[in-house]
């Protein structure tokens, strides 16, 4: 089965700078890859998408790579800013959602 | 986007009683709807796939016998903890499929904190 790979577990980062959380899957098949952000016991949230047709994928702050080849996909934010603290997962999609294991971000003021 | 909606939101019950867990598609029909587990700090890992009017299909590890899930209608799936123990208490959340497997999107319910005393 689909497996998922999240790195790093923790990132600290300054108000302003980038993050980058990089996945790797194993499963080829796998043509969805969306990451969601995850605020202390409420529900994920969508942040961005990524369909396997695509490279790459930018939203204001927030973009997407894929590199079907290599099997990883990167979330980079820029310009964090402290509401961006929380946790976020990427994921894989086949025929059902496999999670990575997540990654707390603190961004610092 | 479409709305999931997951009851209840925390429930505590006795060791050895049963809770169910609703999770309703409110303005979309979802054939396939997904349940998964939370522990703290831990990622979301998949229970099951839960398929309206067939049986539900459980990943490896799971017992079907004491996570029972129902799936009888396009808006409705239960996932009913038997027997419940104080290793069951989780963070439950359920997601619905809208669109086609692997060209649709999924959104999730707003979980369900389970505590077994």
């Known amino acids: 089965g689909e497996n998922v790979e999240q790195h790093p577990s923790t990132l600290s980062v300054q108000e302003g700078d980038s993050a980058v959380i990089k996945c790797t899957y194993s499963d080829s098949a796998s043509n969805y890859f969306p990451w969601y952000k995850q605020e202390l016991g409420k529900r994920p949230q969508l942040i961005i998408d990524?369909?396997?047709?695509?490279g790459e994928k930018k939203d204001q702050r927030i973009a997407v790579t894929l590199n079907k080849t290599a099997k990883h996909f990167s979330l980079h934010i820029t310009e964090t800013q402290p509401e961006d603290s929380a946790v976020y997962f990427c994921a894989a999609h086949t025929n059902k959602l496999v999670f990575g294991a997540g990654t707390i971000l603190r961004v610092k003021s | 986007g479409a709305v999931v909606s997951q009851h209840p939101s925390r429930v505590i019950c006795k060791s050895g009683t049963s809770v169910k867990i609703e999770c309703r598609s409110l303005?979309?029909?979802?054939?396939?709807m997904f349940w998964y587990r939370q522990f703290p700090k831990q990622s979301l890992m998949l229970m099951a796939t839960s398929n309206e009017g067939s049986k539900a299909t459980y990943e490896q590890g799971v017992e079907k016998d004491k996570f029972l899930i129902n799936h009888a209608s396009l808006t409705l799936s239960t996932l009913t903890v038997t027997s419940a123990h104080p290793e069951d208490s989780s963070f439950y959340i359920c997601?619905?499929?809208?669109?086609?497997?692997?060209?649709?999107?999924?959104?999730f319910g707003e979980g369900s904190r389970l505590t077994v005393l």
């Open positions: 997601s619905a499929l809208v669109g086609a497997s692997g060209g649709g999107e999924l959104f």
């Open positions: 303005d979309f029909q979802a054939t396939t």
């Open positions: 990524i369909r396997s047709n695509v």
